[in-house]
Each structure stands twice: as structure tokens, then as C-alpha cells.
């Protein structure tokens, strides 16, 4: 349909495209939900089992009865819930696509409000992802809260 925004994994749109199709896809969407898990509990617990976590609560808060959950390369392990997990969901499934996006705006979104406050390390253009810039903001200031102790590309985290 002409004029219509093409929703597919968001690493594969630019910003303003997710950003357009996040605000219609939370317009159109019978429900979604968006879990925040932050890096102390990251570091706790490790990426895979906080990912693991994050998913289970959103696969019990949206659950419908006599639907299939789909997600991306996660085995969620809920008993009560159909799910189908597939490596690369995100770019077969619409609902996948659509998670990938509202998330990643959201997340985009909260990097962009704690940049202002804590302007030393670049958040509203890196948003927190390894480039160049923020690996050197690192070596030149240290870590700060949202940066996490367990990612190991950067040699100046302990």
C-alpha cells in the first residue's frame, strides 16, 4: 500500500523509520509491552538470563489463550505459553519486526534523556553502542552507571 511504513528488523531501518513505525505500530497494535532491564542486574545475572527474563515477563503479560507466542532465538521455557522460537524472527515474523522496533526506539529514547544529563560519554549519537567515540570516552572518563561491568569490548571496565 503506498505510503505505508515497511516494518522489518529494526538494524535494518534508519532511525526515523523506526522511530515513525514504532509510534504506529504502538497505535495499532492490540497490545505491547516493553520490559527494562538496566546494567547492575545485567551484570548480575549475565545478557542471556536477563534477556531470558525480560521475555518471559513480556510472553505472560501479553499472553492471549489459543495463540502462539514468537521469539527470537530464546527458549523461554513456559510451559503454559506456545511458543515458537526461530533465529532470525525478526526478520520472518511481522510481530517479531514490531517488537525489534518499539524496542529499540524505547531504549533509543532513554539513551538520548540520560545523555543530557550525563553528556560525557556521547549516549544522544551513540546510544551506548560500541563505537569509536564511546570506547574513547571510556578510556578518557571511566564507567559510568549504565555501562556494563560484564561487556567485555572495553579494557578500561574491571
Same mark, same amino acid.
Request: glycine share 2%.
Given at each position: 500500500m503506498p505510503g505505508e511504513l515497511a516494518i522489518r528488523d529494526s538494524k535494518e531501518m534508519t532511525a526515523r523509520s523506526r522511530e515513525?513505525?514504532? #509510534?504506529?505500530?504502538?497505535?495499532?497494535?492490540?497490545?505491547?509491552? #516493553?520490559?527494562? #532491564?538496566?546494567?547492575?542486574?545485567?551484570?548480575?545475572?549475565?545478557?542471556?538470563?536477563?534477556?531470558?527474563?525480560?521475555?518471559?515477563?513480556?510472553?505472560?503479560?501479553?499472553?492471549?489463550?489459543?495463540?502462539?507466542?514468537?521469539?527470537?532465538?530464546?527458549?523461554?521455557?513456559?510451559?503454559?505459553?506456545?511458543? #515458537?522460537?526461530?533465529?532470525?524472527?525478526?526478520?520472518?515474523?511481522?510481530?517479531?519486526?514490531?517488537?525489534?522496533?518499539?524496542?529499540?526506539?524505547?531504549?533509543?529514547?532513554?539513551?538520548r534523556r540520560l545523555a543530557g544529563r550525563h553528556p560525557l560519554w556521547g549516549w544522544e549519537r551513540n546510544k551506548g553502542y560500541g563505537t569509536r567515540e564511546h570506547r574513547e570516552a571510556l578510556q578518557k572518563h571511566g564507567p559510568g552507571f549504565l555501562h556494563r561491568r560484564s561487556f567485555g569490548w572495553s579494557p578500561v571496565l574491571p
Open positions: 515513525r513505525a514504532s #509510534v504506529r505500530i504502538r497505535e495499532r497494535a492490540d497490545a505491547w509491552s #516493553v520490559v527494562e #532491564v538496566w546494567p547492575p542486574s545485567i551484570d548480575r545475572v549475565g545478557i542471556v538470563p536477563a534477556t531470558r527474563l525480560a521475555m518471559r515477563v513480556v510472553a505472560r503479560d501479553l499472553f492471549v489463550p489459543g495463540t502462539v507466542t514468537v521469539v527470537d532465538a530464546m527458549e523461554l521455557d513456559l510451559e503454559e505459553i506456545a511458543i #515458537v522460537s526461530e533465529v532470525k524472527a525478526d526478520s520472518r515474523y511481522f510481530c517479531v519486526a514490531a517488537a525489534s522496533v518499539v524496542a529499540k526506539v524505547h531504549r533509543d529514547e532513554i539513551m
